[in-house]
């Protein structure tokens, strides 16, 4: 798929992979590149940058993106790309989290793409054409040993693209799920007072990600790897399941020892 002459929206769009994804789009020649994000602010600006059209949009609410997707059609008569980009981290730890990040992290990291296919499919079938994208996260192939919940929900995310994949290939949809590692966006950023990401020293920049999302539209594939490590690790992981979790015991460990360091040295300051 190429994106020039494409009518494009893209969530989560007013910064990271989001942002950087819309102005790839635009290099490349879209006609339109509808920005939406709750930061209604930050999706002026980047879609102002392309040419394009903002929306504030919370891709957990069912309505706001129906909505949102109505208005899109009205205005330009047709959506050919969907980037359903828009998710959250949600928080550390697994049982001690409370119910309520449970739910609005599953409702951002996997429901919004229901939502949104819901929204947009119909059109796209009726046109015999379409591509849809999910943002998923190498954690949904591999795991966050440190972070259920988002390792929960991208999971999550990865299966459902893997399904529409499935099902919706032969009206003329294609779906693609994007898993990137450790990429230089905010979500990957510390607060202050808290120790580096373990996933910073590898990370790419937005720039590199939306890189390998073009070479891959260009070749219709499915899966996304702009690590390609990625790819080994899953290997390993099917060849040895149980040692692969011994591994990432050994990740969490290390992990969890770094933080209590630097925990250790700010309370000595």
Same mark, same amino acid.
Request: with cysteine; charged share 30%.
């Given at each position: 798929m ?7 929206l893209?969530?989560?769009g !007013?910064?990271?992979? /989001?942002k ?7 290099a490349?020649?879209?006609e339109?590149?509808?920005?939406a @994000?709750l @930061?209604?602010?930050?999706a002026k600006?980047v !879609?102002?940058?392309?040419g ?7 891709v957990g609410?069912?309505e706001?993106c129906?909505?949102v997707?109505?208005e899109i ?13 828009a998710?959250i981290?949600g928080?550390e /730890?697994s049982?001690?989290?409370s @119910? ?8 951002i990291?996997?429901?919004?793409h ?5 929204a947009v ?6 046109l015999?054409?379409g591509a ?7 954690a ?7 972070a259920?919940?988002?390792?929960v ?18 009206? /003329? ?13 905010p ?5 202050? /007072?808290?120790?580096?990401n373990?996933?910073?020293a ?8 939306a890189?390998?999302v073009i070479?891959?539209?260009e070749?219709e ?10 790819a ?8 040895n399941? @149980?040692r ?5 015991r050994?990740?969490?460990n290390a ?9 250790s ?5």
């Open positions: 190429k994106v020039k002459g494409k009518i494009i893209v969530t989560g !007013a910064s990271g992979i /989001g950087a994804l819309c102005e790839r789009f635009h490349e020649g879209a339109k590149i509808f920005v @994000d @930061d209604f602010e930050g600006k !879609a102002e940058s392309v394009g059209k903002a929306f504030r949009l919370d609410d069912e706001n129906q909505s997707v109505r059609l009205d205005e330009a008569g047709r959506i050919d790309f969907v980037c359903s980009n998710g981290a928080a /730890g049982l001690e989290v @119910d309520d990040v449970w739910r609005r992290i599953y409702e990291n996997v429901l919004s229901v939502f949104l296919a819901r499919f119909p059109s796209m079938i009726e015999g054409a849809f994208l999910i943002t998923a996260s190498a949904g192939l591999l795991t966050h040993p440190t259920a919940p988002y390792a929900t991208k999971h999550a995310a990865r299966a459902l693209a893997e399904n529409f994949a499935i099902e919706f290939r032969e009206k /003329g949809i294609y779906v693609s799920c994007l898993c990137p590692q450790g990429v230089k966006t979500m990957l950023e510390c607060a202050e /007072g808290e120790p580096e373990f996933l910073m590898e990370a790419i920049t937005s720039e590199e990600c890189e390998a070479k891959a539209l070749k594939t499915f899966l996304i790897l702009p690590h390609a490590e990625v080994d690790y899953i290997v390993k992981k099917a060849e399941y @149980d692969w979790l011994h591994s990432l050994k990740i969490r992990v969890l020892a770094e933080k209590e360091k630097f925990l040295k700010g309370k000595q300051a």
